[in-house]
Nanobody
């Protein structure tokens, strides 16, 4: 599976951004797509997740401000980020939890896309 993340940038406090994560791959079933973020000096944290069934989960810090969604036709997952705060500044990564048959065996794994930088100015 290949993941292409985009949409980061510089925005003022209270502004909005939409991140995109385009997935591609053959013979792979993607079970879930997650967005993580990592600010300098901190550990990577899960921000939002959407499963193949459409279930979503969010970190408490972004609930009510972020919305994760998907466009199955485009194999793309979006992260709409509203009411942004300076503490949302981080590199955002998308990750795919996938499954596929490898040498006759069902295999699962996680693949990471490249990060996209989000900077929220005060």
């Amino acid at each position: 599976v290949q993941l292409q993340a985009s949409g980061g940038g510089l925005v003022q406090t209270g502004g909005s951004l939409r991140l995109s994560c385009a997935a591609s791959g053959t013979g792979i079933r993607i079970n879930a797509i997650e967005w993580y973020r990592q600010a300098p000096g901190t550990e990577r944290e899960l921000v939002a997740k959407i499963t193949s069934g459409g279930s979503t989960t969010y970190a408490d810090s972004v609930k009510g401000r972020y919305v994760i969604s998907r466009d199955n036709a485009k194999n793309t997952v979006y992260l709409q980020m509203n009411s942004l705060k300076p503490e949302d500044t981080a590199v955002y990564y998308c990750a795919a939890d996938w499954g596929m048959v490898v040498d006759g065996t069902w295999t699962v794994g996680r693949h990471w896309g490249q990060g996209t930088l989000v900077t929220v100015s005060s």
